[in-house]
């Protein structure tokens, strides 16, 4: 029996990670979420290709992980960047910052504060307001700064309204705990309010991060989804050896 167990475990550790994605509809509002375990899940971060270049799209990271023998199963854009497709915040790939904390005040959701770090350290993660990333000394693989907060321990950042109008298709990443991270996306218009309730009510994350709008997308093949609404900068991606 420890021999065919041991067996399966090993088989499972070269099958390639399938994406664990579903539809919920949060107070008439349609969302695919997708939830993975950094204890088993490959989750990275990527930006720029061999040659420097943004990889721009979710088809061509997949070719590219492709040509160096790894599957992608999921991918979703990966925070806020600039024209030249790199990021406007914090990045790190590989351990390695390529782009340091951006605290500065200024328009828009990024600067909504507290904004906030997705970042990846080892078996573990989280979603972490940025000045408190900052004070904890945590130096992780993969990392990346985006804006506003959506849950702040337990709580809506407290400048996302109820009576807020604006409505975009909106994506985001939100800690269920120090493992599991769970990644929504919704499929029409959404208020951020809405939003950041459903990784507060449904989800029933501690802390959320709010990712981008307009350009929200998705790769996830198993659930027939490869959006391509504009070039992307940084995407997040769960991947696994061929």
């Not at 804006?147 to 298709?169: A, F, R």
């Not at 809405?194 to 449904?202: I, K, P």
Request: glycine share 12%; with cysteine; charged share 15%.
């Amino acid at each position: 029996m420890r021999l065919l167990l041991a067996a399966l475990l090993w088989l499972s550790l070269l099958l390639p990670a399938k994406a664990e994605c579903r539809n919920l509809t949060s107070n008439g509002a349609d969302y695919t979420v997708c939830t993975f375990d950094t204890k088993k899940d490959k989750i990275s971060l990527f930006n720029l290709d061999g040659t420097g270049q943004p990889y721009g799209s979710f088809v061509s990271l997949q070719r590219a992980l492709e040509g160096q023998g790894q599957s992608l199963s999921f991918a979703m854009n990966g925070g806020m960047f600039g024209t030249d497709l790199k990021p406007v915040g914090l990045y790190v790939e590989g351990g390695k910052t390529l782009h340091k904390i951006n605290r500065k005040d200024g328009a828009g959701n990024f600067h909504m504060k507290p904004n906030g770090v997705f970042y990846v350290a080892g078996s573990k993660a989280g979603v972490m307001e940025s000045d408190a990333f900052i004070k904890s000394g945590i130096k992780p693989e993969f990392a990346t700064q985006s804006g506003p907060m959506l849950v702040i321990n337990g709580q809506i950042h407290p400048k996302i309204s109820p009576t807020g109008t604006s409505q975009k298709v909106r994506n985001g990443v939100g800690m269920i705990d120090d493992h599991t991270i769970v990644f929504a996306i919704s499929n029409g218009f959404v208020t951020f309010y809405d939003f950041a309730s459903l990784f507060q009510n449904e989800l029933k994350c501690k802390n959320a991060l709010f990712l981008d709008g307009s350009v929200s997308s998705l790769y996830a093949p198993e659930m027939g989804r490869s959006d391509f609404l504009s070039p992307l900068g940084p995407m997040v991606a769960v991947t696994s050896a061929k």
